[in-house]
């Protein structure tokens, strides 16, 4: 108001675990919902401000009364300035209006908001107006009084048929005397420990609520260590990210050990920004602070999760040396997405239409009117093993009173192990597997 330029602030909410919510404002809260459900989204339209919706889907894992983020979608619309990138455990993806969205692909999501929002979001993660008692409210601003009602009010369709948006009975509730065992030191209590490999973290992020948040899910997962390692690691990273390094020897202490992959090594306060084939120099410009975890050894670098040999010199010879490899005629070498690898330089099409028209790859036309299931598409040179194996089959049926002429009525995909299939008996749905 008075020309004065201030500091633009932010604020972050996750959801971690089984899932345990936080909003923008604080409140914190449990649901175990496995539909699609709104994040965050802007609600309203104001000047400046880019609008954009954060989805994500949660699924079971071991039991049907507890759900974890499996999936996750950012929708940002009129901008092209979007970047993601890998950060240690996670995937980061950046705009340059301040949206941040962090997601470690296993079991926590972090949206990060500049405080231009600051009254302009809806959903899970509430409305970012700094009074946490209005956090449940629907997308007209209305309080809701249950949480289920809430979560409800902004859910999202998916066709998923079997989703559902409570526990599938009663909610899972961990004993007393199972909460004073995991609260141990030798279980999630070593989280609290002052004179812990945490301790010099307390001051900075409190690590009650992720205690409570490990305790609830050891506990309903029947004491599995993986629940415990994964809830240490997620206050380890907060701790990381907030500046604070932390005593790498937390792993031996709650017997979480990491195996790296091949080619890689463990670092307790690695680079978050790790050289990749499409960024070599990644490291030296890196302004985020170090992570634990998994970094490629020296002569190597990140293409996806992998770490690949890079082309080095000869120390004696001076030269440098490279393995010899090279693509198909049919292919390209290049760099997408970070990932150096081959691609193809055109695709062909194959259609099948009408009564049925057929016209093949190599743009060949002629008509069938068969009604059995053919072949429309397959791998037949299996002896490459680069290539993907697929089957692309479809179903003929007559229509009317006309036996002449038939239609396409079923399409089946066999790729990876999984049946794809899209029917003129169910209508606007795909269906894989069973589901």
Known sequence: NHGVCVRIESATCWAVGD?????????????????????????????????????AKNNHRGSNRVAYVRTVSVNVYDQTVVAMVQRGWSVL??????????????????ITVPSTYFGALGGLCGNYNGDRADDHSDSKGTKLSTILEFAKSWKVEDNDLFCHDDCEGKCLSCPAELQEKYTEEKHCGLLAKPNGPFGNCHKVVDPHIYMDNCVYDVCINKGIRTFLCDNMRTYAEACMTAGVKIDANWRVLSDCPLQCPENSHYEPCG?????????????TKCKSPCLEGCQCNPGFVLSDSKCVPKCSCNPVTGQVKCATTKCR??????????????YPQSFGHCQGAGDPHYK???GRAFDFQGTCTYYLSKLVDVTDATLTSFEVMVKNENRGMNKAVSYTKTVQIKVFEYTITMSKDNHGKVMVGNI
């Open 271 to 283: 680079t978050a920004c790790p050289a990749s084939c499409g960024d070599r120099d990644a490291p």
């Open 360 to 362: 093949t790859f190599d």
């Open 19 to 55: 899932p345990h919510y936080q909003t923008f404002d604080g409140k914190r809260f449990d649901f175990q919902g496995t539909c699609t459900y709104t994040m965050s989204a802007t609600t309203k339209k104001v000047s400046g401000l880019v609008p954009f919706i954060i989805l």
């Open 329 to 342: 005629p049919s292919e390209v070498c290049d760099i997408r997405n970070g990932i150096r690898d081959c």
């Open 93 to 110: 993806i950046t705009t340059n209006f301040g949206l941040e969205v962090k997601y470690d692909w296993n079991m926590m999501l972090y």
